[in-house]
């Protein structure tokens, strides 16, 4: 059947408008995962490296800000005071150097009468060290004794070294002290941790 000019034009009219052309306008925004996409290779990143110092490496997570020089290392620390860890290095014969046995020594006492007082032996960055977990009960001056109490966990670990020793503190308040925020970012540390020869 031979179809009519009048009805090919009414036919050509129905198409376009049933599929329009579609412009490409410069100022669109880009389709949602798209801007997703873009949103996430232009996010901060959750760990950032230490400020320099001559006896390791480390990150840090970028939310607690910049950490604390303390002697001997750096001390990180949870913007509302929940959580810090750090890091210390005691020159063999210096001031506030104790041998590893002495210190292994008094590491099994320390804590409350409910604790195991026991040495664990762990990996740190290749490196044999021991560790011990004890709760400390620390009381508000403003209270009465044993009316208003804080409960504190830590983590202190030995980190022997040819040339003197390492310690590590984790600590936080028991109820949090193994979940995260707090022990996801000490055990990020623990990994991104790396020594470094002396300088001589």
Same mark, same amino acid.
């Given at each position: 059947?031979?179809?009519?000019?009048?009805?090919?034009?009414? !036919?050509?009219?129905?198409?376009?408008?049933?599929?329009?052309? #579609?412009?490409?306008?410069?100022?669109?925004?880009?389709?949602?995962?798209?801007?997703?996409? /873009?949103? !996430?290779?232009?996010?901060?990143?959750?760990?950032?490296?230490?400020?320099?110092?001559?006896?390791?490496?480390?990150?840090?997570?970028? /939310?607690?800000?910049?950490?604390?020089?303390?002697?001997?290392?750096? $001390?990180? #620390?949870?913007?509302?005071?929940?959580?810090?860890?750090?890091?210390?290095?005691?020159? =063999?014969?210096?001031? *506030?150097?104790?041998?590893?046995?002495?210190? #292994?020594? $008094?590491?099994?006492?320390?804590?409350?009468? =409910?604790?195991?007082?026991?040495?664990?032996?762990?990996?740190?960055?290749?490196?044999?060290?021991?560790?011990? *977990?004890?709760?400390? &009960? $620390? &009381? %508000?001056?403003?209270?009465?004794?044993?009316?208003?109490?804080?409960?504190?966990?830590? $983590?202190?670990?030995?980190?022997? %070294?040819?040339?003197?020793?390492?310690? !590590?503190? &984790? #600590?936080?308040? /028991?109820?949090?002290? !193994?979940?995260?925020?707090? /022990?996801?970012? &000490?055990?990020?540390?623990?990994?991104?941790?790396?020594?470094?020869?002396?300088?001589?």
């Amino acid at each position: 059947m031979k179809k009519s000019p009048a009805l090919l034009s009414i !036919l050509c009219i129905f198409w376009a408008c049933a599929a329009p052309v #579609r412009r490409t306008d410069s100022n669109q925004k880009p389709p949602g995962r798209f801007a997703t996409l /873009r949103k !996430l290779l232009t996010r901060p990143p959750t760990y950032l490296p230490c400020p320099e110092h001559p006896r390791f490496s480390c990150e840090y997570p970028r /939310r607690w800000g910049k950490p604390k020089e303390i002697p001997g290392g750096l $001390e990180f #620390r949870d913007p509302k005071g929940r959580a810090s860890f750090s890091i210390e290095f005691f020159a =063999e014969a210096g001031p *506030g150097y104790k041998s590893p046995d002495a210190y #292994r020594k $008094e590491m099994t006492a320390w804590g409350a009468v =409910e604790d195991p007082h026991r040495l664990f032996q762990v990996e740190i960055s290749s490196r044999l060290a021991h560790t011990v *977990g004890f709760t400390t &009960y $620390e &009381y %508000d001056p403003g209270y009465l004794i044993g009316e208003k109490v804080s409960v504190q966990k830590t $983590e202190f670990t030995l980190v022997p %070294d040819d040339s003197g020793i390492y310690i !590590l503190r &984790y #600590r936080s308040g /028991r109820a949090d002290f !193994l979940k995260p925020p707090h /022990r996801k970012h &000490y055990e990020h540390f623990l990994s991104s941790l790396a020594w470094k020869a002396p300088n001589f």
